[in-house]
């Protein structure tokens, strides 16, 4: 069952940009650790990058992505984000966001709530 509604995909250059949203339909999600993952073709779903809930938004991110994108939210807009900068051709796949209800979760299966996804291609 879909709960979370992502937006935001598209066709990008290599080096270029995205942004990624995803919008939960009431606050009770602010509770909710949020995630980001990825699936390309061929290949199994892969964590991106999780952000908490308490003080302080801990966040935590894939090796292959630290430093070029960055996880955050806001509350007062029940959303999540997700800034893609300096975007590789292995980037391209489609991305999901999900809510997991506690912890920094970096598997699929820790996460109860899930978006359709947004399709990401960056060409060469």
């Known amino acids: 069952q879909e709960h979370l509604v992502e937006s935001g995909g598209g066709l990008v250059q290599a080096g270029g940009s995205l942004r990624l949203s995803c919008i939960a339909p009431t606050r009770a999600f602010n509770v909710y650790t949020m995630g980001w993952f990825r699936q390309a073709p061929g290949k199994d779903r892969e964590f991106v990058a999780a952000?908490?809930?308490?003080?302080?938004?801990?966040?935590y991110y894939a090796d292959s992505v630290k430093g070029r994108f960055t996880i955050s939210r806001d509350k007062d807009k029940n959303a999540m984000y997700l800034q893609m900068d300096a975007l590789k051709p292995e980037d391209t796949a489609v991305y999901s966001c999900?809510?997991?209800?506690?912890?920094?979760?970096?598997?699929?299966?820790?996460?109860?709530?899930w978006g359709q996804g947004t399709q990401v291609t960056v060409s060469s």
């Open positions: 999900a809510a997991a209800p506690w912890g920094l979760p970096r598997t699929s299966r820790e996460y109860n709530y």
């Open positions: 952000i908490g809930w308490t003080a302080g938004l801990t966040t």
